[in-house]
């Protein structure tokens, strides 16, 4: 039996770029379903319910997505660093 010894910052980065894939998954489908309700509120003449939707959905888009992004361009950045420098 091989015992394989896990890296606690590698864990760590594979645990934060998890938490920033759900995140950006929820912010775009936030922006997705505010595209979603203007379009058929456009195509419906507005009411009101399209238009809550539509304004709830970019709420939840621009407060959720700008963590995960700048969360995923950190691991990807950190794994870069790690696979240039030499060992």
Known sequence: MVDVVEDPIVARRARIA???SIGK???Y???AVAI???FVGFATGFPTWAVTVSIVGLIAACVVL?????LGYGVRAADREDRERPR
């Open 18 to 20: 998890r938490c920033a």
């Open 25 to 27: 998954r929820l912010g």
């Open 36 to 38: 979603i309700a203007f």
């Open 66 to 70: 700008p963590v995960p992004i700048v």
């Open 29 to 31: 489908t936030a922006l």
